[in-house]
């Protein structure tokens, strides 16, 4: 079972940046889908990111387009989520997951929750001043 941890979390104030880590330690990312989602209180899980193992397959929630930007790193085996222009509809939980994809798909990749099987505990984001 892939083992998923966040880390990067905090509070910042608005127009700040954090950039978010999601780390695996048994098994390689690079046959994962990963995305990463939200979720603030009140409200549903919400995908922000993907990325697909095919180079070049991510996707962007439009209220962060510009903003967030996903990559992985081989050699440490996590995928990052680097958060600029921070506002305070970006405050929630957010958590990594990933889906096993041991070939690249043609299709972009997706943010639909169900389809992921391997969740991270999550960490909070707080916007705020």
């Known amino acids: 079972q892939l083992q998923l941890v966040e880390s990067g979390g905090g509070l910042v104030q608005p127009g700040g940046s954090l950039r978010l880590s999601c780390a695996a330690s048994?098994?390689?990312?690079?046959?994962?889908?990963i995305g990463w989602f939200r979720q603030a209180p009140g409200r549903e899980r919400e995908g922000v990111s993907c990325?697909?193992?095919?180079?070049?397959?991510?996707d962007y929630l439009d209220s962060v387009k510009g903003r967030f930007t996903i990559s992985r790193d081989s050699v440490l085996n996590a995928v990052y989520l680097q958060m600029n222009n921070l506002k305070p509809e970006d405050t929630g939980v957010y958590y990594c997951?990933?889906?096993?994809?041991?070939?690249?798909?043609?299709?972009?990749?997706?943010?639909?929750?169900?389809?992921?099987?391997?969740w991270g505990q999550g960490t909070q984001v707080t916007v705020s001043s």
């Open positions: 048994e098994f390689s990312l690079a046959f994962y889908a």
């Open positions: 990325s697909g193992t095919r180079p070049g397959s991510t």
């Open positions: 997951a990933a889906v096993y994809e041991p070939r690249p798909v043609q299709d972009l990749c997706g943010m639909t929750p169900t389809d992921f099987t391997s």
